[in-house]
């Protein structure tokens, strides 16, 4: 009993470590501290993921866990994010470091959620053998460092699904041999709970493997009927099992799920759906070493590197005479349903719940790899295994992998992952596949050999895989970004020590960005400081939110991105953006504007007007006066009197001139235009953007002066309709007086706004018929109470709150509640109710 209790401790502890040390090896020839200075401040990792774990920081560090944030963009639901990327467990090791060594600690994380995968994967391979079986950590070493892995370690939210497929089909087995389906129901469970994108994707392969093991149970002849009808039980379980399991997760999928119906990729495309082929016999190179880089991480083929040992296992799998003929039918039909739901794009799309990805294509691909490496294992454990068989095995794989580099050759998608893969066909694939024709010999001297042989080449492969998988991958610099950490944050620490009101910041001065490698625009600075911002970069934006402020003349690269560029003297206003951070000269210039805090009382006009596309400064203008009351304008918009147009070196060059007769900023607008191909120059100075701007926005020329004159240079690659051109000044007097009246009726907060979304705060207000307008989007999940009564929020603006007053003073508070999430609660508690209630009549029963 002792002695099964040390090899219990030795192959866990060896399934953990052996990961390790190849993961160190890979992270040191990365350079990653404490190997080096660079980290993963790279692609997604560095402009989402760590932004958004500091923010989870914050909330555990502070045991303030709110369902709202106002550091998403002008403020959002936070369910959704955090549904997507931030309970996994794993994430509370985060709380040992600061947020200047939080890239560090995020690399720490995703070593150890790669060993863990070890680890699981082990002990379901254990449940294939009576005996601890230390070659089966040559495979469960494979499965945490497969292709999928490789290609996708630093979107860590994913791996946590890998390290629970190998408990969930445990689960399943156990559900199908001895009825019991609590196994299967708690770690499904918490593989959706912890993401339910990637849950949802297992879900669907839990019903494939369920689906396998009843066609494993069909005996010769007999009719699918009275198997069907054999297996009705364990089939009911199953379909029961998989019912509590969505209720369960429903505290986390409801509102997830309404929150996303909020983003711009609610839109299902029709030629999604299409039956066509994704990719053709290229496919076969993802079998073996560097079949895909980082450079190709938005399109590339599906990632099936298992390392070429469990390929040729698994290939073998098939051919051996000691399976029986409905296992290989069983896992045959797990192995052509994979294959089809990447190849086929109906498939692929129902795969990704109903939507293509952007980026980062076939991200099921991890459920293939550990089907082959489950098959592989099986195989390797028959006895007496074919030589010829074997031959054929290594035939078949080096044929496939032959085809797929001539499909492949010419191909410059491809040039250098072509050029060295044919080094390492004839190399890791000879020689392991000698390895693989002579393992399983009785000589047990040669036995060892050869196992330290396969050992050794198999992890060398591992490792180089994983090498050439990362190549350029643009790493940021630690130091450079613990310094400038601690510089930003002691500036928006200088803003917060002189203001205690609400405001939001504009930051163009972005320091963080020179610890990156690639363009870096602070788009989730917001959440990474603590901060409040317009800019937001996720999957979870708000869309009409977005599509209000596009309106308005910010600018917007695509339905995940909002940013601060197009701001004017009247926004600033309206989404309470009080400072701008510059650079000027290695420092940091503030510029103040004038602002009114969260929200400020407004005429109930404000309710009616809606916003035009492509018309920023007729918008605005009618805006502020709808809250004024008053019917002047506050934009003078210009006449553009082209002076000429000149064609030289394949561009058109424009010059206007703007009279102007008012003092004031004065702006311009290009509609369907992409500022990054024009040139821009006011008064013979050149006119750049913060950031690199591909559509439209405002862009600030320079405040006016009466009587001088505008000359405007626009340089294009393609003609221009100049009537398209609007250039606007704001009247500044006429603007000060309207904030003046704004501020006589300005909302004071008593409470914080920080707390869990909620605001109070005390308005009185000099008029009937007003609404108080607050800086923030409108959301189902808003509450008000005005003076004690409920009152029924309004939206404004598009997608604005607004809150009925009356006249006098009011005493508004404001509850945020996420859509969704009271239900999804209420669904999962029953749930567990209904479970447990199961739970004790199963028990019950057995004991009558």
């Known amino acids: 009993m002792q002695t099964k209790h040390k090899q219990a401790i030795s192959y866990y502890g060896l399934s953990f470590g052996l990961p390790l040390v190849l993961v160190l090896i890979g992270f040191a020839i990365m350079g990653l501290v404490p190997f080096g200075n660079h980290n993963l401040l790279f692609s997604d990792l560095g402009t989402q993921y760590m932004p958004f774990l500091a923010e989870f920081k914050r909330q555990v560090a502070h045991l303030n866990f709110s369902a709202y944030s106002f550091s998403l963009s002008l403020g959002g639901n936070l369910v959704p994010l955090a549904a997507y990327y931030l309970i996994s467990p794993f994430n509370l090791l985060l709380l040992l470091g600061s947020n200047s060594q939080l890239p560090v600690m995020v690399s720490y994380v995703i070593a150890l959620k790669i060993c863990t995968m070890g680890v699981t994967m082990s002990y379901f391979l254990r449940t294939r053998t009576t005996t601890y079986h230390y070659a089966a950590l040559i495979f469960s070493t494979a499965y945490s460092l497969c292709g999928f892995v490789a ?30 389906p609590t196994f299967y129901i708690v770690t499904l469970t918490i593989s959706i709970l912890t993401n339910y994108y990637l849950g949802y994707m297992t879900c669907l392969f839990a019903v494939l493997y369920m689906i396998s093991l009843v066609i494993k149970q069909r005996q010769p002849q007999q009719k699918w009927g009275h198997l069907l009808q054999q297996q009705a039980r364990v089939i009911w379980q199953f379909i029961w099992s998989s019912l509590i399991v969505g209720g369960l997760s429903a505290i ?32 076969f190179t993802q079998f073996q070493v560097g079949g895909s880089r980082y450079t190709q991480r938005l399109t590339h083929e599906p990632t099936l590197f298992v390392g070429t040992l469990a390929l040729l296992f698994a290939v073998l799998y098939f051919m051996l005479p000691q399976i029986r003929k409905q296992a290989k039918y069983a896992n045959g039909f797990l192995v052509i349903s994979l294959t089809l739901s990447f190849w086929v794009t109906t498939f692929n799309t129902i795969w990704h719940m109903f939507q293509q990805p952007e980026g980062f294509p076939y991200r099921n691909a991890y459920l293939f790899s550990f089907v082959l490496i489950k098959i592989a294992y099986e195989a390797s454990l028959v006895q007496g295994q074919n030589k010829k068989a074997k031959g054929w095995a290594i035939a078949l794989v080096s044929g496939l992998l032959v085809i797929g580099q001539l499909r492949l050759h010419g191909n410059q998608s491809y040039p250098q992952v072509t050029a060295q893969s044919w080094i390492l066909l004839s190399g890791y694939t000879i020689f392991l596949g000698l390895l693989f ?87 989730n600075d917001a959440l990474l400081f603590g901060q409040y911002t317009l800019n937001n970069y996720s999957s979870t934006l708000d869309e009409q939110m977005r599509s209000m402020l596009v309106d308005l003349g910010f600018y917007s690269k695509n339905v995940r991105r909002i940013n601060g560029v197009g701001h004017t003297a009247i926004t600033d206003l309206l989404f309470a953006n009080r400072y701008d951070l510059q650079p ?11 602002t009114l805090g969260l929200g400020f009382a407004v005429n109930r006009q404000l309710a009616h007007v809606t916003l035009k596309k492509h018309r920023p400064f ?95 240079t626009v340089i294009s690659p393609k003609r221009q309709n100049i009537n398209h051109f609007q250039v606007a000044t704001l009247n500044q007097e006429r603007f000060n007086q309207a904030v003046k009246q704004l501020d006589q009726q300005k909302l004071k907060t ?8 909620h605001v109070t705060g005390d308005i009185k207000t000099m008029a009937s018929n007003q609404l108080l307008y607050l ?74």
């Not at 000027?584 to 004038?594: D, E, G, L, S, Y």
């Not at 502020?624 to 000429?644: E, G, I, K, P, W």
């Not at 950031?691 to 004159?709: C, F, M, N, W, Y």
């Open 437 to 523: 024709y002579y393992w399983g010999q009785t000589n047990r001297h040669y036995q060892k050999i050869l196992i330290t042989g396969v050992v050794l080449v198999s992890f060398g492969e591992l490792v180089t895989n994983f090498q050439l998988m990362t190549h350029k991958i643009p790493l940021g610099y630690q130091k450079q970004y613990a310094q400038q950490y601690q510089r930003q944050a002691a500036l928006y620490e200088q803003l917060s020590e002189k203001d205690n009101d609400f405001y939001r910041v504009n930051n163009q001065s972005i320091l963080l960005k020179s610890a990156y490698r690639e363009p870096y625009y602070g788009y």
């Open 151 to 180: 290609m996708n370690f630093y979107n860590l939210m994913w791996l946590d699904a890998l390290i629970l497929v190998p408990l969930i089909v445990i689960g399943l087995e156990r559900l199908f041999s001895v009825k019991k």
């Open 584 to 594: 000027k000269n290695q420092q940091t210039v503030i510029q103040r504007h004038q």
């Open 775 to 848: 800086s923030i989007p409108y959301d189902a999940g808003w509450q008000a109470k005005v003076n004690g009564q409920m009152i029924k929020p309004k939206k404004v603006m598009a997608n604005m709150l607004a809150v009925p007053l009356k006249l006098g003073t009011n005493q508004v508070q404001l509850r945020y509640r996420a859509p969704g999430l009271l239900l999804g609660q209420l669904i999962s508690l029953g749930t567990l109710l209904i479970w447990l209630i199961i739970l004790i009549g199963s028990r019950w029963r057995k004991r009558v």
């Open 252 to 283: 986390i999928l409801l509102p997830a799920l309404l929150g996303m119906l909020k983003t711009g990729k609610k839109t299902i495309a029709m030629t999604s759906f299409y039956p066509t082929p994704q990719f053709g016999w290229e496919v």
């Open 750 to 757: 008593t409470a914080l706004w920080q707390d869990n979304g």
């Open 618 to 712: 007729d918008n605005q203008d009618r805006l502020l006066q709808a809250m004024v009351n008053t019917d002047q304008a506050f934009y003078t918009n210009h006449r553009v009197n082209m002076v000429h147009e000149e064609i030289k070196a394949h561009s058109y060059r424009y010059t206007l001139e703007i009279p102007r007769d008012t003092q004031g900023p004065t702006y311009l607008y290009l509609p369907h235009q992409n500022l990054a191909r024009i040139k821009l120059f006011v008064n013979g100075r050149k006119k750049k953007t913060p950031i690199r701007v591909t559509s439209a926005a405002i862009i600030p020329l320079e405040d006016s002066h009466k009587g001088q004159p505008l000359r405007l």
